[in-house]
C-alpha cells in the first residue's frame, strides 16, 4: 500500500499538471488566434497594395492626361497667335475698304476672341479639374500609405506577442522536460 502523503504528493502534482496543461492549450488557443489575425491582416495589406497599385496607374493616366491637354492648350495658342498674326495683316488690309467693311472686320475679330476665351476658359477648367482629381488621388494614396503602415505595425506587434507566446511555452515545456 502507497503512503497517504505519497497520494497527496501525487494529486498535487497532477493538479499542477492540469493547471499546466490548461495554460498550454489557452497559449496555443492564443497562438493560433494570432496566426488567424495576422492571416487576416497579411490578407487586407495585400488589398490595401493591390489598391494603391491601382491608384497609381490612376494618377499615371490623369498625368498623362493633364500632360495631353496641356499640349492641346499649346497647340490652341500657337493657333491663336497664328490667328492674331492673320488678323493683324487682315486688319492691314480693311483699313483701306469702306467704313462697312471695317464694321464687318470688327465683328469678326471680337467673335474670334470670344472663342479663343471661351475655349482657354474650357481647357483651363478642364485642367484645374483634373489638377484637383491628382490631388484627391494622392491624398488617398498617403492614406491608404498610411493605412498600410499602420498594418505593418500591427502585424510586427502582433508576430512579437506570438514570439513571446512560443517562446513562454517553450520555457513552460522546457521546465517540465
Known sequence: MVPRSK????????????EKIERLERDAKKKRDLENKNRELQDEIDNLLSKRDEMIRKQRDLVKEI??????????????????????????????????FRREKDDIIRKLEREKKDEIDAIQREKDALARKVEELTKSNRNAENNIRDLEYEVKDLK??????????????ERFV
Open 7 to 18: 497520494v497527496r504528493e501525487l494529486e498535487r502534482e497532477i493538479d499542477r499538471l492540469r
Open 67 to 100: 500632360e495631353k491637354l496641356t499640349d492641346a492648350l499649346k497647340n490652341v495658342e500657337d493657333k491663336n497667335r497664328s490667328l492674331v498674326v492673320e488678323i493683324d495683316n487682315l486688319s492691314r488690309k480693311i483699313r483701306d475698304m469702306e467704313d462697312a
Open 160 to 173: 512579437n506577442q506570438l514570439e513571446r507566446a512560443v517562446r513562454e511555452k517553450t520555457e513552460v515545456v
